[in-house]
């Protein structure tokens, strides 16, 4: 079975700075796909960025960004220029390239906070 | 695009009346709908994987019988909490995925907005 760690529960940060979130996962699988999820007061989970493990290149989104180590299984998020609507529960989740099982397994979350 | 509607947002009631919450995909199809559940200040654990005109498929330890799932068309799917008790109070959330794509895989699940219940 899949797991994913999330080793930071709470992470706070200024306005403007850049944080990086940690993930790591754990799997015998080659072939899989890797997401940040964030989940803001309204509780709407809302995606933030995804990786397939079968590109090297690091996906971007705007100010969000990943550093995607495969061998080391680990999936960090980083976000640049940090801004209030920032302030949210983060989620890293891993989904397997199985076709019928496509289930999400999420870590336990890091709660962010960006301090004006 | 791939907005994911849930109604109601918000139910509370009467322990042992069963309450149905429905999940919506506005502007796709969804071949498949999975239904989570997430207590207070933790992750979100799946229960169940419902895929259109089948039956739906339930996580180790998920009720069949509690929690009833149905996904009679490409765009709903519904949850029926039967005979509901305090201890079933908790969020509920809903993702959908777009139907499958020939050589398309790893499709992102997209999610409701949640539906908090309460039993009393």
């Known amino acids: 079975a899949q797991t994913v760690t999330q080793s930071q529960p709470e992470m706070s940060v200024q306005e403007a700075e850049t944080v990086t979130l940690s993930c790591t996962y754990d799997?015998?699988?080659?072939?899989?796909?890797l997401f940040w999820y964030k989940q803001p007061p309204s509780r709407q989970m809302i995606l933030v960025i995804r990786?397939?493990?079968?590109?090297?290149q690091n996906a971007t989104e705007n100010r969000f960004s990943v550093n995607f180590q495969k061998a080391a299984k680990s999936f960090s998020l980083k976000i640049s220029d940090s801004q209030l609507g920032d302030t949210a529960m983060y989620f890293c989740a891993f989904m397997m390239d199985n076709f019928g099982n496509e289930k999400l397994t999420f870590g336990t979350g890091t709660r962010l906070t960006i301090i004006p | 695009g791939a907005v994911v509607s849930q109604h109601p947002s918000w139910v509370i009631c009467k322990s042992g009346t069963s309450v149905k919450i429905e999940c919506r995909s506005l502007d796709f199809q969804a071949t498949t709908m999975f239904w989570y559940r997430q207590f207070p200040k933790q992750s979100l654990m799946l229960m169940a994987t419902?895929?259109?005109?089948?039956?739906?498929?339930?996580e180790q330890g998920v009720e069949k019988d509690k929690f009833l799932i149905n996904h009679a068309s490409l765009t709903l799917s519904t949850l029926t909490v039967t005979s509901a008790h305090p201890e079933d109070s908790s969020f509920y959330i809903c993702?959908?995925?777009?139907?499958?794509?020939?050589?398309?895989?790893?499709?992102?699940?997209?999610f409701g907005p949640g539906t908090r219940l309460l039993v009393l």
């Open positions: 419902s895929n259109e005109g089948s039956k739906a498929t339930y």
């Open positions: 799997t015998s699988e080659n072939n899989y796909y």
């Open positions: 990786q397939e493990a079968y590109k090297q």
């Open positions: 993702s959908a995925r777009r139907g499958m794509v020939a050589g398309w895989r790893g499709e992102t699940q997209y």
